[in-house]
Nanobody, 125 residues
Framework: VQLQASGGGLVQAGGSLRLSCAAS????????KSWFRQAPGKEREFVAA????????IYADSVKGRFSISRDNAKDTVTLQMNTLKPEDTAVYYC???????????????????WGQGTLVTVSS
């Protein structure tokens, strides 16, 4: 059972990247999904989350208006479109899933049960 994140890379400030996360080994179609990131020397932080149906979306204040999370339950994927990237967005980005056990979309990493391996995003100034 795993989540596989992809799409990271090197981009100049102001540019865009699109991260994707695919599932294998089990269906995550009914799970809430999210993206977290961890910059060097810093703790992992919440970026965005989406509920199982795709109706409810939550964003960290630092990415509101620039990032957009979406999901395709037919393909069992979750995507993070990142626009107007800034150097402070540089981090390893992780996708995560949890089985909607609380009935709300969590924003704490402690509530997520499954994690992807991470994909590195580097934004140059």
């Amino acid at each position: 059972v795993q989540l596989q994140a992809s799409g990271g890379g090197l981009v100049q400030a102001g540019g865009s990247l699109r991260l994707s996360c695919a599932a294998s080994g089990r269906t995550f179609r009914n799970d809430n999904k999210s993206w977290f990131r961890q910059a060097p020397g810093k703790e992992r932080e919440f970026v965005a989350a989406i509920n199982w149906s795709g109706v409810r979306k939550i964003y960290a204040d630092s990415v509101k208006g620039r990032f957009s999370i979406s999901r395709d339950n037919a393909k069992d994927t979750v995507t993070l479109q990142m626009n107007t990237l800034k150097p402070e967005d540089t981090a390893v980005y992780y996708c995560a899933a949890e089985s909607n056990k609380w009935g709300v979309v969590p924003t704490s990493s402690y509530d997520y049960d499954y994690w992807g391996q991470g994909t590195l995003v580097t934004v140059s100034s």
